[in-house]
């Protein structure tokens, strides 16, 4: 869609792309996941009887799974870079 060179992609990727963005992603889906055990099972032991309880509280999990996800995105993310500024001071910034 971009017509973006393969070579180019895999070039820039291995330049800009660092270990600690691998352990970023990696250790922010421990916590969506384990966000969304929690919620699930919760909702899932407290609905109501019946195929409609069922239904709405799988419904009201993914929903609350989904914004908790990100309000942990946010949350993490800010914490993340607040470490990775910590450990290299002298790493570009956006602002």
């Known amino acids: 869609m971009l017509d973006i060179d393969a070579h180019q992609y895999l070039e820039n990727s291995q330049h800009f792309v660092t270990n600690f963005d691998l352990f970023a992603g990696v250790f922010k889906s421990l916590f969506f996941g384990a966000a969304i055990a929690m919620i699930a099972c919760y909702r ?5 009887p019946g195929a409609e309880g069922v239904g709405r509280a799988a419904t009201t999990a993914f929903v609350y799974s989904f914004v908790m996800i990100l309000l942990l995105d946010l949350l993490l993310g800010i914490g993340l870079d607040g470490i990775y500024f910590a450990i290299w001071p002298e790493a570009p910034k956006l602002f």
């Open 44 to 48: 899932g032991f407290h609905c109501e």
